[in-house]
Every structure is written in structure tokens, then in C-alpha cells.
């Protein structure tokens, strides 16, 4: 079935740098991705959202690049900093309702 | 503005044993959603509701039931607890599908079944 997934479970960066952690999903006819946070004991926080017909879409220090050709999204985070230690989702929704989560990725940040 | 709101936050319950967890939101969003998350596992959906008075299955129903007797409040059951249904759970909640708005997450249940 369709899927979307992220490419790497865990991320290391030092602080002050800028963090990239990707996205793939497979149906071709996407049209919404949204971007999750979770921290350790919270529950998933909406960061940023990108429709189908846009290719960036930038917020508070982060971006998020959208690349219909080869299905594939990004989350960059700039200047990196301790608070952004946490768990990071991409989701669609599929069908009428769901939403599917991607496994998510491990973004420890280093002093 | 206190948007999703879970109780409780933690509860250790003995196999067989039953217990309701409750969502509220203060958003007056239409759907509403149970997920669970278990390590290695992401988010799954559980049950959802499109309104007051509906639900539909998720992709992992089975153990547990909901209702949605008023639009504000989305109640998940387990009839008669099982180790496997040990995990934390979610409630969030959206304005609708149709203009693609994120669901919202309250901070999550967690459950161990022993």
C-alpha cells in the first residue's frame, strides 16, 4: 500500500548548525505533508505544512522543500539549538481521514 | 485555550480489566482521532470520528471501542485489557479533511497492561 517513511532514524548535530532530515512517500497523488515535533513525553506539535502545489514553504527556522518528481520532502532546521532536540515526523493524509506518520528521526543536538 | 486534553496521563491496569480514556477539545473541531504509539511503530490509528455521534475504524480496531456522544469529547474503551495493548495513546483532533488542516495531539495516555 502507499507509505510514507523517513530516511534515517536518528541525527546528530552540533549546535548552531543547520539540521536536513528527509522524507519519501509513494503516492504520487499526495497533495498536503505535515511536519510533527515530537519531545520526549509530549505529544506530536504541529512545526509546518506544504500542499502539493508549492515546492518551499518557509516558517520560523525551518523549511520545508517539496520535490514532486522524486517524492521527497525535507525539514531543514537552521541554527540549530538544544530545544530542538526531539522526535521528527513527516505525515499525509490517505483517504478521507487517516494520517499516516513516517517512522520519524532521532535529532539529538551536541554541545 | 487548553486545545486536546487527555485523562488520564498514566494508568496500570491488570489483564482483563476495563478502563475508558477520555479527549476533550476546546477547538470545536469536527474530527477527532486515537492513535497509539509503540516503539518502532510510529502513530496507528486506532478509531476516528467525523462528527458528533459517528465513528469508523482505524487501522488497528480491534480491543477497543469509542463514542462520540458530544462533539467536544471522544471517548476510547478497552473492554477487557491485554498485555499487547500496552502503549502510549494519542488523541488529536482537525477542523476538517477537506481544507487540509493539521490534527492537533494532546500529550498522551500511558497505559501498561500487566
Known amino acids: 500500500g502507499e507509505s510514507v517513511g523517513l530516511h534515517l532514524p536518528t541525527l546528530s548535530v552540533q549546535e548552531g548548525d543547520n539540521s536536513i532530515i528527509n522524507c519519501a512517500y509513494s503516492n504520487s497523488a499526495s497533495d498536503y505533508f505535515i511536519w510533527y515535533k515530537q519531545e520526549s513525553g509530549k505529544g506530536p506539535q504541529f512545526i509546518i505544512d506544504i500542499r502539493s502545489n508549492m515546492d518551499k514553504r518557509q516558517g520560523q527556522r525551518v523549511t520545508v522543500l517539496l520535490n514532486k518528481t522524486v517524492k521527497h520532502l525535507s525539514l531543514q532546521i537552521a541554527a540549530t539549538q538544544p530545544g530542538d532536540s526531539a522526535v521528527y515526523f513527516c505525515a499525509e493524509p490517505q483517504g478521507a481521514q487517516k494520517l499516516v506518520f513516517g517512522q520519524g528521526t532521532r535529532l539529538t543536538i551536541n554541545p | 485555550n487548553a486545545g486536546v486534553t487527555q485523562t488520564p496521563k498514566f494508568r496500570v491496569l491488570k489483564t482483563g480489566q476495563s478502563m475508558t480514556l477520555l479527549c476533550a477539545q476546546d477547538m470545536n473541531h469536527e474530527y477527532m482521532y486515537w492513535y497509539r504509539q509503540d516503539p518502532g511503530m510510529g502513530l496507528r490509528l486506532i478509531h476516528y470520528s467525523v462528527g458528533e455521534g459517528t465513528t469508523a475504524k482505524g487501522e488497528v480496531p480491534d480491543g477497543y471501542n469509542v463514542s462520540r456522544l458530544k462533539k467536544q469529547n471522544f471517548l476510547l474503551g478497552l473492554e477487557s485489557a491485554a498485555p499487547s495493548q500496552t502503549s502510549v495513546y494519542f488523541c488529536?483532533?482537525?477542523?476538517?479533511?477537506?481544507?487540509?488542516?493539521?490534527?492537533?495531539f494532546g500529550d498522551g495516555t500511558r497505559l501498561s497492561i500487566l
Open positions: 488529536a483532533s482537525s477542523y476538517d479533511r477537506y481544507s487540509n488542516q493539521p490534527q492537533h
